[in-house]
Structure formats: structure tokens, C-alpha cells
């Protein structure tokens, strides 16, 4: 009964060049939309979050799509940097959820 | 100045034991949670506090049991400990416990409990 799915365990992309992470979700109670990023020994740390009422956000390289109909939203990150190279969670949270459901991650490497 | 610490960082321990796990938050925040990351590496929920006050409760056995001594630290500890337990626990905090805006969560580095 997995709620959020990150269909990709994981994706290579060369440096300046694009990243999409997908995210799928399937309760349409979910209104708020984030992304977190995750560096090995670390705990995660919130990149860019959206609420229901946008279908885009944008900060500096990094810009969060929701597509509400298709429950699904994706982050891009233009242009890449090796330093973007770590495992990147959706997480989705709503009124009166007080958590935030994760998926479980795509790691990124962005090579050189 | 670390915002959410977390000690010890590994726990190596047989099964049957008790273990406790620490975390303090210095960020002043109401709301405070523990997430377990599983072998499917997805985050779940366990526990929430807000102002010392259990909040969320999730499915988790009763071997866990969470302890708020003030609302800078939520400690968590482990009865009987099973192999299934070995995990990484992850500490967080946010400011409000409405989800949204005031949601956004400052995690901990980890503990990586490893039960033989």
C-alpha cells in the first residue's frame, strides 16, 4: 500500500545537462509536495516544496512540476552539478497529516 | 551548532537487548518525530511529539517506546530488541505539526541500528 512511488532507484547524468526525478503519488489528500535530499551519513535535508494550488516552483536550479490530475510531480535540476550527486525523496504531507509520507528515493550522480 | 543531533550514530547490539536512542533539537521547534528507513529505504513514520504531548502514534510495537523530557529532546528506546529492528533511525523536528507550510522537517544524521 505504497502511497508514493519513486519508480527510479536511479539515474546518471552528465554535468550542465538536465535532471528529472519523478514521483508518483495515489491519495489525492496529499496538498503539500516536497523534496528533500539525502547525502551519504546524513540525515535529509528540504530542497523545494510546492502546495496544490501551484503547478510550479522554481528556486535557482532547482524547479518542483505537480501535475494534480495524474498525481504525479517531478523535480528538474538545470543545469547539474556534481555536487547535486546525492538520493532525493519526494515527501508529501497534507491538512491534518502531521507527517510526511516518503517515497523511497532516486539516487542521483551527476558525472563529471 | 548542529540543529538535530542524534547519539550514538551506530548501535551494534544482540537480540533481547534494550537500547536507547537520543535526539536534542536546538532550533526551538514544537514538534518533534522519529522515522524508521527500512531495507526498501523508504522513510516511515513512527512517532511524533509536540510539546512533550504524543501526537502521532503509528503502527510500531510496543517494544518502542518514545520519551519527551522536554520539548528539545525525544529519546527513544527499544525493548527486546529483533532482528527485524535493525533499521536507520532517523530523529527530526519542525515547527508546527499542521501539514504544510510549518512542516517543513530538519532531520538528524541517523542512527544505524544493526541487531545480530
Known amino acids: 500500500d505504497q502511497q508514493v512511488k519513486q519508480n527510479s532507484p536511479s539515474l546518471s547524468v552528465q554535468e550542465g545537462r538536465i535532471s528529472i526525478l519523478n514521483c508518483d503519488y495515489t491519495?489525492?489528500?496529499?496538498?503539500?509536495f516536497l523534496w528533500y535530499k539525502k547525502y551519504p551519513a546524513e540525515g535529509p535535508t528540504f530542497l523545494i516544496s510546492?502546495?496544490?494550488?501551484?503547478d510550479k516552483n522554481e528556486d535557482g536550479r532547482f524547479t518542483v512540476f505537480l501535475n494534480k490530475s495524474a498525481k504525479h510531480l517531478s523535480l528538474h535540476i538545470v543545469p547539474s552539478q556534481p555536487g547535486d550527486s546525492a538520493v532525493y525523496f519526494c515527501?508529501?504531507?497534507?491538512?491534518?497529516?502531521?507527517?510526511?509520507?516518503f517515497g523511497s528515493g532516486t539516487r542521483l550522480q551527476v558525472q563529471p | 551548532d548542529t540543529a538535530v543531533s542524534q547519539t550514538p550514530k551506530y548501535l551494534v547490539t544482540q537480540m533481547g537487548n534494550d537500547k536507547s536512542i537520543k535526539c536534542e533539537q536546538n532550533l526551538g521547534h514544537d514538534t518533534m518525530y522519529w522515522y524508521k528507513q527500512d531495507s526498501k529505504k523508504f522513510l516511515k513514520i513512527m512517532f511524533s511529539y509536540n510539546n512533550k504531548e504524543l501526537i502521532i502514534n503509528e503502527t510500531v510495537p510496543n517494544r518502542f517506546s518514545p520519551k519527551s523530557p522536554d520539548k528539545a529532546h525525544l529519546n527513544l528506546h527499544i525493548n527486546s530488541l529483533e532482528l527485524g529492528d535493525s533499521a536507520v533511525y532517523f530523529c527530526?523536528?519542525?515547527?508546527?505539526?499542521?501539514?504544510?507550510?510549518?512542516?517543513?522537517?530538519?532531520f538528524g544524521p541517523g542512527t544505524r541500528l544493526t541487531v545480530l
Open positions: 510546492i502546495s496544490s494550488i501551484k
Open positions: 527530526a523536528s519542525s515547527r508546527g505539526l499542521a501539514g504544510g507550510i510549518t512542516d517543513t522537517q530538519y
Open positions: 491519495n489525492s489528500m496529499f496538498d503539500y
Open positions: 515527501a508529501l504531507t497534507g491538512t491534518g497529516r502531521r507527517a510526511l509520507t
